[in-house]
């Protein structure tokens, strides 16, 4: 684990009332940083399922929001960091493997800091994604959203 600072390019806000930003900023909690990099840190989340201990978040320094405020850069990092987490989660908790969960803005979210799940997963666990009450939506509305999003992209360039 290093101690590197992010770089002030990198921030991007303060972050007021954020809890994250000043673990990120190493101001608080340091014992519970389990990597860092010079501008991505992982700490073992709050809450956790029972039967899925060491669910892990892996956050930006910088106070960033959601994905798509992040620079290709940063995603780069956060997802390099991620990536790390997946393997080592099984040596750390004996997991089988894992789920990522990202929430952009979603209906309810309180911690609105960019940060990546990393939910150890083992047999017989009883995780559900997707929640069983999901129902298929037909191919028609299916080629009507694909339009949509392709339609957004394009946009943003």
Do not use: K, W
Not at 20 to 40: K, M, Q, S, W, Y
């Amino acid at each position: 684990m290093t101690d590197a600072r992010p770089a002030a390019s990198v921030r991007r806000g303060t972050g007021g009332g954020c809890p994250f930003c000043p673990i990120g900023r190493g101001e608080t909690d340091t014992d519970l940083i389990a990597h860092r990099t010079p501008n991505v840190f992982v700490v073992p989340a709050l809450m956790e399922r029972r039967n899925n201990p060491g669910h892990t978040l892996v956050l930006p320094v910088a106070h960033v929001t959601g994905l798509h405020e992040a620079s290709p850069e940063l995603l780069s990092e956060v997802f390099g960091v991620v990536a790390r987490v997946t393997r080592a989660v099984r040596g750390a908790y004996g997991a089988v493997g894992s789920t990522l969960v990202q929430n952009n803005h979603a209906p309810g979210q309180v911690l609105h800091h960019l940060h990546i799940s990393v939910v150890p997963r083992f047999e017989d666990d009883g995780y559900r994604v997707p929640e069983p009450g999901l129902r298929a939506a037909s191919r028609e509305v299916r080629r009507e959203r694909a339009a949509a999003l392709r339609a957004a992209l394009a946009a943003e360039g």
